[in-house]
């Protein structure tokens, strides 16, 4: 059995739980949370729940331990100092500083023979490789990634920092007349207005002033101010009733030509009824494949790009050849 440890138990450490005991080769050891035992209610109750604090005192007990803390200020911190311990995975999303977290990270885990299996989720994850073997295929060409419909849990965080605002969410939606001018073809004139809408649903607090709210929120720099945004004021009734779930998904779509008489087309899509728990999932199996790697001493930071696929499966090879080749 491969033993897993948590950090973080907020939606996306509930779905590694539950990934976790959907594997007949893992073993969840333990949660680890800043709120301690008396904070965290895990859904299965027999789960042992501890400090941060204790971690050290986990050394050589857990196999691999999956980071659930937030990109902003958690991961930058966090993977680094606990892959001086054990093997990790992370979800760092931040993509413009990706080379600097592998970078900082494999640093250490080659100073101390660990694996650490960063970015890794569904974008930046899956949707990565599906961008790297679709260009490998298609050299000639052009790939385009849309997101959506779906919460994005980043914007909706900073409607939510705007004055004014008691709670809401903010759903990403991707242009159906943009997708499929990219998959014709026509898709190297597009801007980043055309390509995605972004829909905002808000409870104001009382009193607040409504028209200015809108405003913060449609002029907000790097979130909002390049993109068709629309708001909605609704009631607190109806937020909880209509958006309290968290769906989201994707497509990436390359174009390209083999000859002039021939343009090929490649699609892969996602559609999730819950984000936090399908980037659960697929951090889940990297566990699994930074286990194997480190069993194999082939140490240091690495992404999706590196990993063989089937280390990502608990199935024998010849069963891989025989039920998937």
């Known amino acids: 059995m491969i033993k897993i440890g948590i950090i973080g138990y907020g939606n996306l450490g509930r779905g590694v739980e539950l990934a976790v005991s959907q594997q007949d080769d893992l073993e969840l050891v333990a949660i680890f949370s800043r709120r301690g035992k008396n904070g965290v209610t895990p859904v299965d109750s027999t789960v042992t729940v501890e400090h941060v604090d204790e971690i050290p005192a986990y050394q050589g007990k857990i196999d691999v331990m999956i980071l659930c803390g937030g990109s902003a200020t958690d991961l930058p911190e966090q993977t680094p100092e606990y892959t001086k311990y054990f093997n990790t995975v992370d979800s760092f999303d931040n993509h413009s500083q990706v080379p600097t977290h592998f970078e900082t990270v494999n640093d250490i885990a080659l100073e101390n023979n660990k694996v650490s299996v960063i970015s890794t989720g569904w974008d930046p994850g899956l949707f990565s490789l599906m961008r790297v073997l679709m260009e490998s295929i298609l050299p000639k060409g052009e790939t385009n990634t849309f997101w959506g419909k779906g919460v994005s849990q980043g914007h909706s965080d900073a409607v939510r920092r705007v004055s004014g605002v008691k709670r809401a969410v903010q759903y990403t939606i991707p242009s159906e007349d943009a997708m499929n001018k990219v998959r014709s073809g026509q898709g190297s004139s597009l801007t980043t207005r055309d390509k995605h809408l972004r829909e905002c649903y ?47 998904g994707g497509f990436v779509i390359r174009s390209g030509e083999t000859t002039k008489e021939s343009r090929q087309l490649i699609e892969f899509s996602l559609a999730l009824e819950s984000n936090p728990e399908f980037t659960a999932s697929v951090l889940t199996a990297c566990a699994r494949a930074a286990y194997y790697l480190n069993e194999k001493e082939d140490f240091g930071a690495k992404t999706i790009l590196d990993i063989p696929v089937r280390y990502l499966v608990n199935k024998p090879y010849s069963e891989l050849l025989q039920k998937f080749v």
Do not use: L
């Open 202 to 248: 808000v409870v104001a607090e009382t009193d607040a002033d409504k028209a200015e709210i809108k405003e913060n929120i449609v002029s907000m720099p790097a979130y909002f101010a390049d993109y068709e945004t629309i708001v909605h004021f609704i009631d607190e009734e109806t937020f909880e009733r209509d958006h309290s779930s968290m769906p989201h």
